[in-house]
């Protein structure tokens, strides 16, 4: 019981501190709708972009139309859940920069939770809602055998590309603790850098595949998992050839090593802290 | 070991070097060069339960900066510093479970709701049992009206209905140190009068030990019996507060309305010896400074009553005020108080 | 009154240097965008029918991505955000009562800025041709239009970011305004996708539209799809929008002024 409550409470909190947030949020409905509209035109744009390709070219590397698109929502979704559970990560070059971190250094909980919790993006509903209709309408196109290990391993698979954006979202926003703005610059960058994993990166030269498999895994978001869940053979790097049932399974524990980074980096970074203002 | 100790603390920043105008922004993308400032020199601070202890000292003295050593928010260059028996940048959670802070320029509350919901949500960080937590806010709707405030929207509240509320988010969890940074600033004077009346009962009543960094003299001796003067990163004065107006505010000033200005100033002086006159911006004005531990006020009201006609007299009080200036100019020191 | 607003734009620059490292993290984003286009339309000209339908083979589409790259870059630093956020807080009361003419003054700071931009671009288009090997260079005349056509963008792109950003006196969340604009100025100016790629009606419709001459009509030019009097057609509709777009702001400023509410603390 105490056990359930040590895990249990943190998570009540953290879900009270968000709620604080959307009630702020929805204090403007206007901006609400508009947001929501955003990220569903953002989406869409990004649907059209593909759709307009693929009407002239069967498959891409192999990979056809379909197929493309999951990969593609897959960013978006795993993007949903952060900005709506954990956008406040993204305040944190600004909270570092003002020095309004110093109040949730003052009270007792850890401050990592309060910064994620600290804001709520609205657009991240837009982007779960189309991302996941467009994954939901691609996998209906495709042949897919599901047998229930099929969907058990997708579905944690899931999680973890989740999990995995949500951790290189925590490192590399951590980065305010070392650059002196109020814009998290060099996180959103590195975003951008994510973005190149919206396509089968086996278009990409062998550095660029590298660099989106090991360095910075976003790839492990959204083109290993899929490919693990269609099982399309094998990946080949440098030499290297390694069947993507495995490295899609290997998925689970980029995610740990990502989140683990994170918080490692944020409490290095908290040492640096030196708190703006008088 | 006492409540709040500190040894050898210091505090170092370091902040890029550039020229001003466009070719100082362009030189320094090519020259990165920092300069180091000391902002905490050094500071060996004790304080026990329960003590009032005013920290004072010029803007930019390094106030605010030991402050958040104390409270875990910055990393100390060098130095230790355990307050409630933890290292507070170690033990950041423990620290907190029993400080209260409240920064005059900065709220700590939520910015999008109500006063009753911030303090409902720290009531869930700080764990407060229903009962303890519904108490408490019911000695705070007496002492603070806090009543008033709950309903309002924190962006919303002016600046003396944020100091009371934070106030109470500061105490909510009876936290064993309380940190005030220049608490009162840009309050008025009713305000100001309850915040103070509020802080020394919380010290008569549950012992909170109060930590007041503040500019506004009239806090310090209104609450605080120790008074430590920091200036440029290092502690010049560490001591009773008493003391020190009785060793450096000593010189009390009457000033008197006379009816016609005196004939003969020098009688009045031979009276009262020790005393200096000093002529008012009117003829039939007079100004007489004294010591008063050696000469008593009724002797100069005597005194110069003898020799002159007087309509009126006020008296002014020596005031830590005085004092502090002193010391900012550099024309006091104040070691000779501590031996 | 004209050394006010070069006291605009400097000011801007100089603001911009102090974020020196926010603007080039930024600048490296869209550098990321522009790798992953050169790698996807590399794999995709592969396949002839593309080629066909687009009347371009490689060299030319690296050119157009490029050239789409340099117009996105610049006035992408000035915005609509600093504006939006001034609105919000409220500071703009302070804007309004300075003696100058606020969309003189935000264009001047646009400026100010985009000498930069453009700077920083040539200098990374210059890193990828490097990398990916040469494009083919424009005639003297194709370089010439361009060259008209590209600082035509600069009052163009100003016009849409300053009346997004002028949106802010209606919302007060400025973020959703500004993705739906990215995303509607990326799709429809021809930066994600050339415009002949289109389906019939959309490109009807994106003709129509002030977006293309931001990336489709300097991109034509360049490679000498469109020339003589076609060209100088499409460059003096780029005008026509850049001048348009200048007269509409000011009537939704007159607007938006008597609307103000002052948000935030």
Same mark, same amino acid.
């Given at each position: 019981m105490a056990a359930a409550s040590r895990i249990g409470r943190p998570i009540v909190l953290y879900m009270r501190c968000l709620a604080v947030q959307i009630k702020a949020v929805l204090e403007y409905q206007a901006d609400f709708w508009i947001l929501m509209m955003a990220s569903v035109l953002m989406n869409l744009v990004g649907f059209v972009f593909l759709w307009t390709i693929f009407t002239k070219i069967p498959d891409v590397n192999g990979w056809t139309f379909w197929q493309v698109v999951v990969i593609y929502s897959l960013v978006f979704v795993a993007e949903g859940v952060g900005s709506l559970f954990f956008e406040g990560t993204w305040n944190l070059a600004f909270l570092v920069n003002r020095g309004e971190l110093d109040f949730m250094l003052l009270r007792p909980v850890s401050p990592i939770s309060q910064v994620m919790s600290c804001a709520i993006g609205i657009n991240g509903l837009g982007n779960l809602l189309l991302g996941g209709t467009l994954i939901g309408l691609s996998l209906s196109h495709l042949q897919i055998h599901w047998t229930l290990g099929r969907v058990a391993l997708a579905l944690l698979l899931l999680a973890s590309a989740i999990a995995t954006k949500i951790g290189l979202n925590l490192a590399t926003n951590a980065s305010a603790f070392w650059?002196?703005? &109020? *814009?998290?610059g060099f996180a959103f960058s590195m975003h951008q850098l994510g973005d190149?994993?919206? #396509? &089968?990166?086996?278009? #990409?030269a062998s550095a660029v595949q590298a660099l989106i498999t090991? @360095?910075? &895994?976003?790839? *492990?978001?959204s083109f290993f998992p899929a490919a693990a869940v269609f099982s399309k053979g094998s990946w080949r790097l440098a030499g290297v050839e390694l069947p993507l049932r495995w490295l899609g399974l290997a998925t689970p524990l980029v995610a740990i090593y990502c989140c683990w980074m994170g918080v490692f980096l944020f409490r290095r970074g908290l040492r640096r802290y030196e708190s703006a203002g008088n | 070991m006492a409540l709040i100790e500190t040894r050898g603390m210091t505090k170092v920043f370091r902040t890029p070097l550039k020229g001003p105008g466009l070719a100082g922004s362009v030189k320094h993308l090519f020259t990165r060069r920092f300069t180091d400032r000391? @902002?905490? @020199?050094?500071v060996d601070l004790t304080i026990e339960a329960g003590e009032a202890v005013a920290y004072v000292g010029p803007n930019g003295a390094g106030k605010s900066t030991t402050i958040k050593m104390l409270t875990g928010i910055l990393v100390p260059t060098s130095g230790e510093v355990h307050a409630n028996g933890v290292v507070p940048h170690k033990q950041r959670i423990q620290n907190a479970r029993n400080i209260g802070v409240v920064f005059g320029q900065r709220?700590?509350?939520?910015?999008?709701?109500p006063v009753r919901e911030s303090l409902a949500l720290l009531k869930e960080i700080h764990r407060i049992p229903q009962d303890r937590y519904e108490a408490t806010l019911q000695s705070f709707n007496e002492l603070l009206e806090l009543e008033e405030l709950l309903p309002v929207i924190g962006r919303r509240l002016s600046l003396g209905q944020r100091m009371r509320a934070d106030l109470a988010a500061a105490l909510l969890h009876d936290p064993k140190i309380l940190y005030l940074d220049e608490?009162?600033?840009?309050?008025?004077i009713s305000v100001k009068d309850r915040v103070r009346a509020f802080i020394k009962k919380l010290i008569a009543e549950r012992g909170t030990t109060v930590m007041l960094t503040t500019h506004d003299l009239g806090d310090i001796e209104d609450i605080c019996r120790r008074i430590v003067i920091i200036d440029e990163g290092r502690i010049i004065y560490d001591g009773d507060l008493q003391a020190v107006k009785d060793t450096f505010a000593r010189e009390r000033s009457m000033h008197f309305q006379l009816q016609?200005?005196?004939?003969?100033p020098a009688a009045i002086a031979a009276r009262v010896p020790g005393v200096k006159l000093v002529a008012g911006e009117k003829p039939v004005q007079l100004g007489v400074h004294f010591d008063r531990f050696e000469v008593s006020a009724a002797d100069v009201v005597a005194a110069v009553m003898t020799e002159a006609d007087v309509i009126d007299f006020h008296i002014d009080e020596p005031a830590i005020e005085d004092v502090i200036r002193k010391v900012y100019a550099g024309q006091l020191d104040l070691s000779a108080a501590e031996a | 009154m004209r050394r006010a607003y070069v006291m605009h734009a400097k000011l801007a620059l100089q603001q911009m240097f102090a974020y020196r490292a926010g603007f080039f993290l930024g600048l490296l984003g869209n550098f990321f965008f522009l790798l992953s286009m050169f790698y996807l339309w590399h794999v995709l000209l592969k396949n002839p029918r593309f080629t066909h339908a687009l009347g371009w083979d490689w060299s030319q589409m690296k050119a157009y991505l490029l050239i789409g790259f340099v117009t996105g870059a610049?006035?992408?630093? *000035?915005t609509d955000y600093t504006m939006a956020n001034r609105i919000r807080t409220g500071d703009v009361a302070l804007d309004l009562v300075r003696p100058v003419d606020y969309q003189k003054a935000r264009f001047s700071e646009a400026i100010g800025i985009a000498l930069f931009e453009l700077c920083t671009a040539i200098l990374v288009c210059a890193i990828v041709v490097a990398v990916f090997g040469g494009m083919q260079p424009p005639t003297l005349q194709a370089g010439l239009l361009f060259t008209v056509s590209l600082l035509l963008v600069v009052p163009l792109k100003f016009g849409i970011i300053y009346m997004s950003g002028l949106l802010c006196f209606w919302t007060t969340n400025y973020l959703g305004v500004s993705w739906s604009r990215q995303a509607i100025v990326n799709i429809m100016s021809g930066?994600?996708?050339?415009?002949?790629?289109? &389906?019939v009606w959309l490109q009807g419709l994106a003709n129509v539209l002030?977006?293309?001459?931001?990336?489709w009509t300097p991109a034509r030019i360049y490679l000498g799809t469109i020339h003589g009097t076609e060209a100088a057609m499409w460059l003096a509709i780029q005008a026509a929008w850049g001048a348009g777009l200048w007269i509409l702001a000011r009537l939704m400023w007159k607007v938006a002024v008597r609307k103000l509410v002052i948000q935030g603390g």
């Open positions: 650059v002196q703005t &109020p *814009f998290s190149l994993a919206r #396509y &089968p990166i086996t278009i #990409y090991v @360095a910075v &895994p976003f790839a *492990f978001v | 000391v @902002a905490v @020199a050094d709220t700590q509350l939520w910015w999008d709701i608490p009162t600033i840009g309050l008025d016609h200005p005196p004939a003969d | 610049l006035v992408s630093t *000035f930066a994600l996708v050339p415009i002949v790629l289109f &389906p002030p977006f293309q001459a931001v990336v």
